[in-house]
């Protein structure tokens, strides 16, 4: 249910700083949070499967279309299929590329929310799930 929310809208690869030429987020270290996402999510299970949300971070068949949309934009011929919400590296590369495309200023509290809830979340529906994140970080 997060991720799929989530997943109407997020993120960018660890090494993608050409597909999605964003150099700040390239920069910036968002493994405490995607850790703590992952273990929210699925308690680190990368078959985790919860309706149409699959994999450690919950990755839904929205997000992975957003993730190719902007790809596409950027120039990129680099794609995301179903089956790589199996993948617990391109899950997070998805997680980047969605934070680079929509975090651009690199705020967790951002980042976590809009993973939850997508790029225009509710800071009310996403509470919950920010706290548990933050929770999971500490």
Known sequence: ???????????????????????????????????????????GNPNAVSGNSVGAMQITPILVRECNNILKSRGSEKRYTMADRYDVEKSKEMFLLIQSQYNKTNDVEKAIRTWNGGPNYSVRATNRYYQKVLRRMK
Request: aromatic share 4%.
């Open 1 to 43: 249910m997060l991720s799929l929310s989530l997943s109407i809208l997020t993120l960018m690869p660890l090494q993608a700083g050409a597909a999605n030429g964003n150099d700040n987020s390239e920069q910036f270290d968002w493994t405490p949070v995607m850790e703590a996402i992952i273990l929210v999510e699925s308690e």
